[in-house]
């Protein structure tokens, strides 16, 4: 199975699937906080090349900005 933002959500954060969609952002949901958030940048940098900067944390910030970023759909 092809990985997606969701599955990266879903496993790294533990955010139920019902709850992911295109304007889920950082706060949207208890489990995506902002130190949530910098272990999701993390994980990103180690397994899909993103350069952690202060542009990408903050596009990284929803779930549409994580599927441009990224390439990969929902």
């Known amino acids: 199975m092809p990985e997606t933002v969701g599955s990266i959500l879903q496993t790294q954060l533990k955010i139920p699937a019902e709850s992911l ?3 889920l952002a950082i706060n ?3 489990q995506w906080d902002s130190l949530a958030h910098l272990e999701l940048m993390m994980y990103l ?3 899909h ?3 952690v900067t ?5 596009e990284c910030a ?3 900005g994580l599927c441009k970023v990224l390439g990969l759909d929902l």
Do not use: L, Q
């Open 62 to 64: 929803s779930v549409d």
């Open 49 to 51: 090349g993103v350069v």
């Open 21 to 23: 969609t295109p304007d």
């Open 54 to 58: 202060e542009e990408s944390i903050i």
């Open 45 to 47: 940098e180690a397994h």
């Open 28 to 30: 949207g949901v208890w």
